[in-house]
């Protein structure tokens, strides 16, 4: 079974109206820092210039809260095909006639004006599915929260000065070093997946019974600290460490490191972190590696990374109700103690912190800080439905791709829960992508 969802107090039109508030907050924040000519330049071949990213986010909300929950004529039906993300492939759309900067923001205003005026003539029960307990509004503020993400990636990618500020860092565990390596999961069913998340998205469903072996896990995610005495001890020199594509990548890309490091004259480490140089500090989770430097860093450490079920029981499975809860500690909303999300800190916080986000088992920032690699390919569920369209999730199952879970310091609350699925190549290292390892409970240095 799955534990009952508590809701902060706010019905749907409420809560929506709040996370869509949230999200443009967002945008606007990571596009007002900068001169236009940075919004339009493209920072990397990886990534869309930001102001691609604006326009795409309102196109969006007119397609599907205009349109389709609206029921409203199209605003500027012209440019859908710009900003379709399959029909053009990030490295050329510098090169299509986008809209400029100055009215991509008119754009963004627009669409919102009427968005608002549709939520607020919405009815949220004895509808079609789409806006059953305003779930367009929820999924469209998740796109514009993960594309938010995107942006802030895009401003790690950007050389020049720091435009993003400098908040406040996050909180220091006062216990970690009391904390145990790893906790143990138990073997036996437990239930993976959601039907009762109302803003859950198509590749979240159904919730179904899962089998898994008993386990252990860190308890914590590796550490910076950690991943360096891997790289110390020559493993991005040996290949018995590596997946076959992963050394070829090491081979052909002469990767040493993490992505953004450096070491100095004397031996030591530097990384680059939104325009700042600093020293790569040591008890944060480590940050912008792949998928294949993290399997290497396992099989380095006589351990290998969890399945992506493995990965969701060690967060949602409760032992003492046999039941599997909504985020690792409860039904309770994310907020600040429970979870670094939302760019707070611009940074994970240091390994050990926010014990009152642990899961029942004790495991530690398994939400927010960083995205966590499994070893699991993204595929469907048992029973898989594609909504409201296949490009979401569907296109993308069996094509090579890793799945990510727990969301990382630049993830919205609204998408920060543990059903949340991610994915990407194996070979990304610019997403804001860590991991922690697992074993069998007869496993090296387990007990």
Not at 35 to 40: K, P, R
Not at 194 to 220: G, K, Q, S
Not at 302 to 320: C, I, M, Q, V
Request: a neutral charge.
């Amino acid at each position: 079974m799955t534990a009952g969802i508590t809701e902060d107090g706010a019905g749907p039109r409420a809560r929506a109206l709040d996370a869509l508030d949230a999200a443009r907050r967002r945008t606007l924040g990571l596009a007002d820092c900068v001169e236009d000519g940075e919004l339009t330049a493209q920072h990397s071949p990886l990534m869309s210039p930001l102001v691609w990213d604006m326009a795409h986010i309102a196109n969006q909300e007119e397609q599907w809260l205009l349109r389709a929950a609206g029921g409203q004529d199209a605003l500027r039906p012209e440019i859908d095909s710009l900003y379709d993300a399959f029909e053009h492939p990030r490295a050329e759309r510098p090169t299509l006639p986008l809209l400029p900067p100055g009215e991509a923001r008119g754009y963004l205003t627009e669409v919102r004006f009427r968005a608002l005026d549709v939520l607020e003539r919405a009815r949220f029960s004895g509808t079609g599915r789409l806006l059953h307990g305003g779930f367009a509004f929820g999924m469209i503020a998740q796109h514009e929260q993960q594309h938010a993400e995107t942006m802030l990636i895009t401003h790690q990618l950007r050389r020049g000065p720091a435009a993003l500020g400098a908040p406040p860092p996050p909180p220091a565990p006062s216990d970690v070093a009391s904390l145990p390596p790893q906790v143990a999961i138990p073997g036996g069913p437990f239930t993976m997946g959601t039907d009762d998340e109302p803003w859950a998205l198509d590749n979240e469903r159904p919730a179904h019974r899962r089998e898994v072996d008993a386990f252990h896990i860190d308890t914590l995610p590796v550490s910076n600290g950690a991943y360096l005495r891997f790289v110390e001890d020559g493993g991005y020199r040996q290949e018995r460490w590596w997946h076959p594509a992963g050394w070829e990548q090491v081979r052909r890309h002469g990767w040493r490191a993490p992505l953004f490091w450096r070491r100095d004259g004397a031996g030591g480490w530097w990384r680059r972190r939104f325009g700042v140089a600093e020293p790569v500090p040591a008890d944060e989770p480590v940050l912008h590696v792949s998928w294949y430097e993290a399997d290497a860093y396992a099989r380095w450490a006589g351990r290998r990374l969890p399945t992506e079920a493995e990965w969701e029981k060690a967060a949602r499975f409760d032992p003492d109700t046999s039941s599997s809860r909504r985020f690792p500690w409860g039904a309770q909303p994310p907020g600040p103690r429970h979870a670094n999300l939302g760019q707070r800190h611009l940074r994970p916080a240091p390994v050990g912190s926010y014990p009152e986000g642990a899961s029942a088992t004790g495991a530690r920032q398994l939400l927010g800080d960083v995205w966590e690699w499994t070893s699991s390919d993204f595929a469907p569920y048992p029973g898989f439905i594609a909504f409201p369209y296949r490009e979401y999730s569907e296109v993308f199952f069996g094509h090579g791709y890793k799945v990510l879970r727990g969301g990382g310091f630049g993830v919205g609350s609204v998408v920060a829960r543990a059903t949340f699925r991610n994915w990407d190549h194996p070979v990304r290292r610019q997403i804001f992508s860590g991991f922690r390892t697992a074993c069998a409970p007869a496993c090296r240095d387990c007990g």
